[in-house]
């Protein structure tokens, strides 16, 4: 059963970046699409981004669309959320989750002040 670990969120002012990591072990990472997720106060956990196994294909939420970048390194089996312009409306806590998995991490608080 794969392992995540989200690390790099922290407080931002909007307009600023983050970069956020996901470290997997124990699955089939390299061989899996891979997403990010988030889930905001008071809401359902929402769609963010997805990276094919070999990061030739990508989407994302319109939401993130021109902002975030979703990107992977297999050797390290590691997936990666780059996010920039951040708003206000960003604010969650962001989780990694290979396709087909039900296998929650404990996230990364992403806050965004205005």
């Known amino acids: 059963q794969v392992q995540l670990v989200e690390s790099g969120g922290g407080l931002v002012q909007a307009g600023g970046s983050l970069r956020l990591s996901c470290a997997a072990s124990?699955?089939?990472?390299?061989?899996?699409?891979m997403g990010w997720y988030r889930q905001a106060p008071g809401k359902e956990r929402e769609f963010v981004a997805t990276?094919?196994?070999?990061?030739?294909?990508?989407n994302y939420a319109e939401s993130v669309k021109g902002r975030f970048t979703i990107s992977r390194d297999n050797a390290k089996n590691t997936v990666y959320l780059q996010m920039n312009s951040l708003k206000p409306e960003d604010t969650a806590v962001y989780y990694c989750?290979?396709?087909?998995?039900?296998?929650w991490g404990q996230g990364t608080q992403v806050t965004v002040s205005s």
């Open positions: 990276i094919s196994w070999n990061g030739g294909s990508t």
């Open positions: 989750l290979p396709a087909g998995s039900d296998s």
């Open positions: 124990g699955g089939t990472f390299s061989s899996s699409r």
